[in-house]
């Protein structure tokens, strides 16, 4: 069993920067591929970025290449999602999954909420311009 618990989002202007963090209890988050996905009202949720076991190969979102950035802290048991040059659009309820399969390099895969076995109860991020 894991639990995954989110923290650190909150309302920030456009521009601005926030870091996420999701700490796993029950089980080493080292066992664990982790992504991250963000949902607004009305839409899907949707891939934002994921990270492998050891944190050496990372995806993301080309919506957020070059702004955000994945990672991790296994000895934490936390995963990181650090959020420059916010902008009004990343407001959204984001969520942190884990993987217990290895980190597959096809994004048909690791995009979609479907590969994840476990999920955060997600935190709002709010950015206003």
């Known amino acids: 069993q894991v639990q995954l618990v989110e923290s650190g989002g909150g309302l920030v202007q456009a521009g601005g920067s926030l870091r996420l963090s999701c700490t796993a209890s029950g089980r080493a988050l080292s066992s664990l591929s982790m992504g991250w996905f963000r949902q607004a009202p009305g839409q899907e949720r949707e891939f934002v970025a994921v990270?492998?076991?050891?944190?050496?190969?990372?995806y993301y979102a080309d919506s957020v290449k070059g702004r955000f950035t994945v990672s991790r802290d296994n000895a934490e048991n936390t995963v990181y999602l650090q959020m420059n040059s916010l902008k009004v659009e990343d407001t959204a309820v984001y969520y942190c999954a884990g993987d217990s399969f290895p980190l597959q390099r096809r994004s048909s895969y690791y995009s979609s909420h479907r590969a994840y076995d476990y999920w955060g109860q997600g935190t709002q991020v709010t950015v206003s311009s």
């Open positions: 990270i492998s076991r050891s944190g050496g190969s990372t």
